[in-house]
């Protein structure tokens, strides 16, 4: 990291708004390079989406979380704060719930024999996935996958029956009434993603895990922050921006206890709406994407068993009488002896924020999950759950819509020194930890860019 610019003259105050990957990150990098940064997040627990909680043998994520091997950025930070010997890459045990059973899915060769479909189907499948590997995010080959739907794409390729019994399924779990909306370019680099994951075509995929939680990595980066001299205001969100007059950009940030800060630069790393209601004043047309940016929620049950489910660790649903998105059983991945031997199982369910899922009781949320995972494992019982947690998330997956890259706001927004990034502005990757830290790396040095040439210009 350069500390070039690191002199009185282009130190500015800057505020952070969001204590998520995305925030830490780019305090960090903007206090390396000398700037006065302040950190607001209304959550006592940093780590916006990927923070973890104590259970009982140790540290879970509030949500399940695992790297990639194409996570590069995540991984370079994870070595720079020098947590390397958390990281491990274990083998993953991908499954496919259909027709009341569990078919392994852990590379080409298990989809070549998957008997839910014809062969012919499975062989066609087989290539619509190859194409969709081997076009990389490199030129412009993947700008196509921009102008349809992947619901239109995928029944063209793969053919009516595969479609329906793999690919549909997986999108109406996922997206819910938006699935025919869903571009093509989100799908395909989802899977381009998945392939870097692997040793070959035809190898196995291997996943990463920061052993003791992301929390570990979240609490190092937030200590890494502090040695540079953040001012970290965990428990405190932030209510209102305000520009203050003047010939240099400059900001009063009001936090939710009603102090006031007048800072030079402020980022938000918030959600696009969230940013509107904090600076209600936003000029048109920016405003405008930001009130068009549609998320997902996430519904997320976190189970305590006595005794394993099943023995995948990532199972994707295709079966209509299960109403879930995937169940990520995370000690069949990261083993049980962890965890003083519990067996930790999240029941994911993305979601239209107006679902009942919502809004319903925690209890009456597992009363309507137990006779479901009775079809998953027909021993199953609500017995051998000893605890249960269920989390909420509103912003947790943005919807890639046709033509998306013409419809993402600017990090700069039109108010010179208020600067946005946030997960809807990751493409065309889809989010996730690691493009949230290369979307800290980047706005950082966006930003102290901007300040040495505004001071350059202004004298
Ligand atoms: C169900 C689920 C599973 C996931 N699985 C994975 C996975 O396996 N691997 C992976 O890499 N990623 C995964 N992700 C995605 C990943 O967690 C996120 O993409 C990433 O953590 C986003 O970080 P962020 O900092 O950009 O945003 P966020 O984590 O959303 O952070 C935004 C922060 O802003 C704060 N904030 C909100 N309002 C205010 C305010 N008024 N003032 C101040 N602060 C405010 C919030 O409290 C939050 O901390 C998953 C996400 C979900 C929901």
């Not at 194409?70 to 947590?83: C, F, H, K, Q």
């Not at 199972?315 to 002896?337: K, S, V, W």
């Amino acid at each position: 990291m350069s500390s070039g610019q690191d002199t009185e003259s282009t130190r500015a105050a800057i505020a952070v708004i969001g204590g998520g990957i995305a925030g830490l990150t780019t305090a960090y990098r903007l206090a390396q390079r000398g700037h006065r940064v302040t950190l607001w997040d209304p959550s006592a627990q940093l780590g916006g989406q990927a923070a973890a909680f104590s259970v009982p043998g140790g540290h879970l994520e509030f949500f399940y979380h695992h790297l990639f091997m194409s996570d590069r950025a995540i991984v370079a930070l994870i070595e720079e704060l020098g947590i390397e010997d958390h990281l491990v890459w274990l083998s993953s045990k991908n499954g496919f719930f259909a027709d009341g059973k569990i078919y392994s899915l852990a590379g080409a060769r298990d989809l070549l024999s998957l008997p839910i479909i014809p062969f012919i189907d499975r062989l066609r499948l087989g290539f619509v996935t190859l194409f969709l590997q081997k076009t990389t995010p490199q030129g412009d080959r993947w700008k196509k996958f921009e102008r349809v739907t992947a619901w239109e794409w995928l029944r063209r390729a793969s053919g009516e029956r595969a479609f329906d019994r793999i690919w549909a399924m997986q999108l109406r779990a996922k997206f819910g009434p938006r699935a025919e909306h869903v571009a093509m370019s989100w799908f395909w680099n989802k899977i381009y993603l998945r392939t870097q994951s692997r040793e070959g075509l035809l190898g196995e995929e291997k996943l990463g895990y920061i052993m003791g939680s992301f929390n570990v990595l979240i609490d190092r980066l937030a200590g890494a922050c502090r040695e540079q001299g953040v001012d970290i205001r965990a428990g405190c969100g932030v209510n209102e921006i305000k520009q203050v007059d003047g010939d240099k950009p400059r900001f009063e940030v009001r936090d939710a206890h009603g102090r006031a800060e007048i800072v030079d630069r402020v980022i938000a790393t918030v959600p696009s709406p969230v940013l509107l209601r904090l600076f209600p004043d936003m000029p048109e047309p920016y405003r405008s994407r930001l009130t068009s940016a549609v998320y997902q929620g996430a519904v997320c049950a976190l189970l305590r068993l006595d005794q394993p489910l099943s023995d995948t660790y990532w199972m994707n649903i295709a079966d209509e009488r299960l109403p879930f998105t995937g169940i990520i059983e995370h000690t069949n991945f990261i083993g049980p002896e962890h965890y003083d031997g519990n067996h930790y199982v999240y029941v994911s369910k993305y979601v239209d924020w107006d679902h009942p899922y919502v809004t319903m009781s925690d209890e009456e949320l597992l009363d309507e999950y137990v006779p479901k995972l009775q079809i998953v494992n027909s021993k199953f019982n609500r017995s051998w759950i000893q605890q249960h947690w269920i989390f909420r998330e509103r912003a947790a997956q943005p919807i890639i819509s046709l033509n998306y890259s013409e419809k993402i706001p600017a990090h700069q927004t039109p108010i010179e020194g208020l600067y946005l990034a946030n997960t809807a502005q990751i493409y065309p990757q889809d989010r996730g930890t690691n493009y949230s830290v290369d979307l800290g790396n980047r706005i950082a040095e966006l930003v102290d860019g901007d300040i040495a040439r505004t001071k350059a210009d202004r004298g």
